[in-house]
């Protein structure tokens, strides 16, 4: 029987990437997750994985929708009490990079459309969760980036709504905790998904430009796995990290440590 067997888990965007890698650790791990997307064959893809894990509908859900609606955030909630009675854990994994119709990542476009995703979805989903998850002293998990630590110059909207979601998470953690909801975030380091393959760059590209920062920046001198970012948050939704609010858990093979000072002269 596994860690989270009997448990409902929300993930958003888990269709594709991190997201999917997430939901189907959880499914493997004996819980109903709910499965959040908007592009029908990635779906498809995540349900195939997750009936191979043993997974049956019986214990999944697909809500599709733009996150940032607030019809598809009732509907995730409404849904998933429908059908398995309890909501055990959120993970805000939805996240977009640029607008999809502008290339420019820091046009002013993309900033007003990032915001509505990677921010203020979540600002909006928190509080109409937060009554459920008190119910079963459940927990959310909010996927950052270490974007929101070192700037990026060619996608400032992202660095600063992913930085903006990192101090909503902290005060979100200080406000419910009487409530007896713990909430995270875990921060990814660099990881090949098919996100930087929508936002222009394929996976050869990603892998060769990557690795080279890895060389440069990363002490592990390796790029991450989707699932190494999966298994850190079922462990900050397990009991195991029961006295753990508030808190910031970067994976990311040690970027965020920083550079020792013997790379500054090679």
Known sequence: MGRFHGKT???????????????????KEGANIVVHGQREEKIKETLDQLQSYGVNSDRYLVVKGPIQEDD???RLISETLDKFGQIDVLVNNA??????????????????????????SIYTLT????????????????????????????ALPYSVMKAALDHYT??????????????NIVAPGFVPTDFRVRHGMSTDQFQETYQRACDNLVPMKRL????????TVLFLASDEASYTTGAY??????????????????
């Open 72 to 74: 598809t955030q009732d």
């Open 95 to 120: 996240g977009i990079a640029h607008h999809p119709d502008e290339k420019d990542a820091n046009s002013v476009k993309s900033l007003d459309y990032i915001y509505q995703v990677n921010f203020r």
């Open 170 to 183: 902290k005060g979100a953690a200080l406000q419910y905790a009487k409530d007896g909801v713990r909430i």
């Open 127 to 154: 509080p109409k969760i937060i009554s459920h998850l008190s119910k079963t002293k459940g927990n959310i998990i909010n996927i950052s980036s270490i974007y929101s630590n070192r700037l990026s110059t060619t």
């Open 9 to 27: 888990v929300i993930v958003t965007g888990s269709s594709s990437g991190i997201g999917q890698a997430i939901a189907l650790a959880f499914g």
């Open 224 to 231: 991450g796995e989707a699932d190494e970012i999966a298994r």
């Open 249 to 266: 858990l970067n994976v990311d093979g040690g970027l965020l440590a920083g550079v020792p000072v013997e790379i500054w002269f090679k």
